[in-house]
Structures are given as C-alpha cells and as structure tokens.
DNA sequence: TCGTAGGATGTGACCGGTCACATGACCGCG
DNA sequence: CGCGGTCATGTGACCGGTCACATCCTACGA
C-alpha cells in the first residue's frame, strides 16, 4: 500500500492513454473498452494509485459524507443509535463522520466547519434541544434530528414513539393492580420528556385516575437524579407503589435507594425504565424496562438522511419508532390485591 | 447564514482587491493593511463568505483532519476514549472523524477510504488487535494504537498499565485475605488481556502463592461470561474466595451468578473488575473496581498522535496511563481470618 | 539625488480530480 | 458513395483555495 501521491496523470502517461481514460475507469463507465481498460487496471495496480477523494469531492462539488453530532459520544444511547446510523449510511455509498459537541460554542464551531465550509453534504443532529443549540442550524441545509420532534423550521426527524413507550410502561404498572404509580421525568425542555409524560396520563386517565403532582419529579437522566426521587418521597411519607423512570438510569437509581430504605423488591416497590440498557438485566432485581431500538432508529435517521439529499422535492417527516415491553424482575403485582386491574 | 457558494475571488470583487489578499485575510496574515483588512472583512460579513475546507485541503496538501476507528462505537470504554481524543484534536486544530468498524473486512475498507485517499492525516486505533484487522495497517501511515501495545511493525501507542491495574486488583484482594482468588479474562489475543494476567501472577508471586490454572477462566469482556465463569466453577465445586474480573461487565456477571446461587455479597465471595463503568456504583453491592481514565487515554493518544504528524522524526513511543482502586462494596475481608495480610 | 530595503498587493500556476465538448474511426443505410 | 450515428478516446477548462514570485510604493541612508 503505498503512500506516495500517485496521481491519476501518472497512471495515464503510464498506460499511454489519455488522464479521462483513467478516470473513466475508475468510474466504471461503459465507453471505454475492455482492452484499455486493462491496460490502465494493471497501471493502476503497478503504480498503486488510489484516487484522492478530497480531489474528487471538489471536482463533483460533492463529498458522498454525511455528518452526525450528538452531545457526547458517552451515553449509550446516543452511541448505539450512531452506530444504527453508520451503518446505513455506508451501506448507501455515504461516509459518517461523527463528533460531538458538549455545548452550543462547540456546536456552533463544528457547525461552521461541516457545514458552512461544505464538507458533508446533510446532518443528523442527535438531541437538537438539549439545549439552544438548534438555534444554530442553517434552514436551508438537509438536517435531519433523531430523538426530537422538529419544531417550527421543521426539519425530518426519526424519534421513539414516546407517548406509546409512556402508555405501554404505564399501563403494564396498571396492570399488576398499581394505582399510585410515581413518575420521574427526564428534563422538560425535551421533547421526550415531555412525551412521555403524555403518554403517562393518557394511560392513567384512561385507567380512571387522575395524575397527582405530588407523584412527579423531574430528573436529569442520571441515576443520581433517580435516588433522588425516593429518597425525597419516602422523607415526605409519600412514597409510591411504583415508579415509572422514564429512563434506565434513573430506574436503576430508584432500585439502589429501595435497597438502602430497605425495602423488599419488587414486592414492596415496582420499578420500570425505559431503554433497555446493555446491563439492564444485571441490576438487583433485573429492570423491566420498555425497550427501543437505537440502532434501527439511527438507520432510518440515515435513510431519511440521505433521501432528503438525494431527493430534489424536500419532505419534511416525522417518523416514530416502536417501543416493545421487556418484562424482568423489577416489577411485580401490588400487593394486598391479587386480581385488581385497572380500567 | 447563507449557502450559496460564495468564493474567495466573489469577496475579492467585491472589495476591490486581489483573490490573494482575500486569502491573507483569511489566514491572518500580517502582510496586510488594516484599511485593506477591514474592507475585505466588511465584504467577507456582507456575502456570507465561508471558506471551502475541501479546496483548503486540495490546495494545502493536509486535511487537519484526524481519524479514530474503533470495532464499534456502543462500548463505552471505547466511547469515552473517543471523546477524551476529540478534545485533545480539537484543541490543537485537528477535526478528529470517528468511525466504527465491526470487521476486517469493514475495516479494510475504511482504511481505503480515510488513508489511501488522504482524507486524514493520522489515525488512531482503538483495539487494533480485535482480529487480523492490524495488518490492513499501511506501515507508512502516522498512527496510535489505543489500548494496545504495538507489536513487530511498531506505531506509537498508549494504554493503561494493565500490569500495574492488575497488580492493584490482586493486591487488594490478597490485603483483604483472600488467598483463593480466581481470575476470569479477556480474549487472550488481546494485549490486555495477557498484561492483566502477568499483573494478576506477578501480585500472587509477590504473596508466595502460585497461580492455580484451575481458578482462571477465559472470559469474552461480556457479562454473560463472567456470570457462566461463576457458574462452572460453583458447579465443580471449587468456586474462589474472590474473583478478580478483568473488566467490570464480566464482574457484573459474577454478582449476578453468586445472588442466584445464593451467596451472601461481599461476605462468601469478593469480586472486583477493571474500568469503573458509568452505573458501576448502582449494582449490588456497588462494585470494587480498578478505574482507568479513558478520556486521558483518548487525550494522550490523540496528542501523541498530533506529535507524530507534526514532527519530522518518527518516534517510537508507548506511554502507559495510571490505574487507581475505587473500593465499593463488593470485597470485604475474608472470612474466619481478619488480619491475614500477604507477603 | 539616487539606490535600495521592505511592506503591501497582484499575477498566474497548481493541487488532482471531473466536466463539457471535440475528434477520429468505424458502421450501416439510402 | 456519402452521410449521420455511435463508440472510444482526447483536450482543455474548471472546482476554490494556496503557493511562489513579481510588482509597486514608500522611506531611509549614503
């Protein structure tokens, strides 16, 4: 494999043919005929040259390289869904290039560099509204957000179907026969957030009982933020029957504050999460938990992605993914009622 | 923030001067009056000018762009590596692209796009010997290996002292009282795996205890491994006092093995890992663990990696990052003999 | 008064591909 | 037999920057 720049002029003087014969071979066209391109195949291989792609993209005006940024690259869930999108993408012929930028100044700057100096050609944004970071965004580029509604601009996003995810979380609590079933929020300036919180009260009201503020608290996604919550309620007295986290971590942080309050799980407290974590079925007890595929979610991301690039007529979708229930130890029936069912 | 393209020689009409002096601006140089300066940058404000960091690159030779492959991007040891490296990139100019490649072949290919086609300058490897995929390396490409000692070809590289952070992990264990402690790994193809073993030996030596080939078992760093570990050697009836895991998730499946065989933790059985995982606290008990600083890593490797790029004469270098004890609750004393220090 | 040093600016080629178009050979058909 | 059409190939410009070098102007010392 040889570095130097063997250029694709090299390889034509090599050849004895004209430098478009050789780029024409490397582009498999058809006008070229089998002999020549023999001949120029085996200078390719003799000289070991490989098109420069920084070349080409300016050439094309076009760099076949897709950008996605997230807040970090740390949390699962954000890795998992790259990974989805990052394989689709190469499977439709783009490179993804992914970074993350902790804040708005990082953001901002990366922003300029990918996009205002055109070196990728569209872009996921994971979590647009972690912050203002979306403020940002130039309107007139193909964005695609994962993990957010679009708000006014309106770009394409993939997300879970949240509200779904919330209901089918709720409504499996309601099922074991709980009916004081405390919420922890992840961080109201996101959508999902506040999605599944909608999802909680649809599956609530539709049980017939109505949402006690004293059962929500809003947390940060943290397993510190979970702990929290118990610890709090439980000072007050008011702790509930079950709790829905409305993410794994802060599930696995009310788990560790039942254990250390010394209650008895799950018979004295039902926890349940959502995302199923690598992990998840490790903790004490294994969390129940309502599953999403990050993984399928950055692939149609991508898909979206890269038909909004290709596509001259701009869409502007919305699409949401499914949740399935991943029943483990966490929960169980409440107690003293056997049979009751809600709704 | 327009997107048209507007070029460097558009700013130079605009402000009435040469596309050369536009280009001086651009890169601060000094060779420039400050009327001149602030008419081109009143032009550069009014037109929206970006720069194209493609051209740049064609016209510059070098891309200041860096990139890290890893065999995938959900594991959060690699994950955080990854961050620590792009901070360091970003601080000194380099836009660092990070890619997962899950095979060889994959792998291969990647190489082909980033290197072969100087879209990169560097490349860091995370986990370079998870496979043959080492040897799809073009030796005359600046690289650092992450987590890995180089071998024959020899690039720079940085990793824990995985000697050291097994040392400390048996140490611990031996100081507890422990005298039968067994030692699940890694794949053995991975060097740290093999240096976690030699630190695990050397710690025993030093305790006047040989090492009994019937209490080390090969793990594959899943959890699931070390939980099918306890379970064998519970079934053989020769389960260890404590178990040194060489990594966290494989300790995990240790605690949840001994909770299901009904084990009393950390009383009948010790169990401490390597890396300090995000949750690692939340588990039960919280794991013991030997923390490694991935974001240092990442950072080391990357500036390692800048360095190598940037200097002339190619060093040879394996820097090696420190191992700290993060003591939770999964070890305790042995039991029935409270004092009995080793070596 | 002139030579010259040095700062400010302009000129054209070049990086390594691709594009649009030109050219020449060969073919079939009226 | 001449002409249009198709195929294989070549030519030169171009993408948007940067580089090396040329040029012009001013100030200063001899």
Redesign the pocket.
């Known amino acids: 494999m040889p570095r130097s720049?063997?250029?694709?002029?090299d390889v034509a003087r090599h050849a004895?043919?004209?430098?478009?014969?050789v780029?024409?071979v490397?582009?498999n066209s058809?006008?070229?005929?089998p002999?020549?391109?023999a001949r120029v195949e085996e200078a390719i291989a003799e000289l070991g040259?490989?098109?420069?792609a920084i070349?080409?993209s300016?050439?094309?005006?076009r760099s076949a390289t897709l950008a996605c940024i997230s807040p970090n690259l740390t949390d699962y869930t954000f890795a998992s869904l790259i990974d989805g999108a990052e394989r689709e993408a190469r499977r439709r012929g783009y490179f993804l290039l992914s970074t993350s930028a902790p804040d708005e100044e990082t953001f901002a700057a990366i922003i300029d560099q990918l996009v205002s100096s055109r070196r990728t050609e569209g872009m996921l944004v994971i979590n647009p509204y972690a912050d203002r970071r979306h403020e940002f965004l130039p309107l007139t580029f193909p964005f695609v957000f994962a993990g957010a509604r679009p708000r006014a601009e309106g770009a394409n996003s993939v997300a879970l179907d949240d509200v779904a995810a919330a209901r089918l979380a709720t409504q499996h609590l309601l099922g074991l026969g709980h009916r004081r079933i405390g919420l922890i929020t992840g961080p109201m300036a996101e959508d999902c957030s506040q999605d599944r919180l909608a999802g909680y009260e649809q599956a609530l009201a539709a049980a017939g009982i109505a949402p006690d503020p004293d059962l929500m608290v809003h947390g940060d996604w943290h397993a510190s933020s979970g702990y929290q919550a118990l610890v709090t309620w439980s000072a007050q007295g008011r702790a509930p029957q079950a709790v829905f986290a409305q993410n794994d971590q802060m599930a696995v942080g009310v788990l560790r504050a039942a254990r250390e309050l010394g209650l008895d799980l799950p018979a004295q407290l039902s926890v349940i999460g959502v995302d199923d974590i690598p992990l998840a079925a490790y903790f004490t007890p294994p969390l129940t938990t309502v599953r999403q595929d990050f993984a399928a979610i950055g692939r149609q991301a991508a898909a979206l992605l890269v038909s909004t690039i290709e596509q001259p007529t701009p869409t502007r979708r919305h699409v949401l993914m499914p949740a399935t229930l991943v029943e483990r130890g966490s929960t169980a029936q409440a107690r003293g009622r056997p049979e009751a069912a809600a709704a």
């Open positions: 720049s063997v250029t694709l002029r004895g043919v004209s430098h478009q014969t780029s024409r490397n582009n058809d006008r070229v005929s002999e020549t391109r040259y490989r098109p420069n070349a080409r300016m050439a094309r005006g």
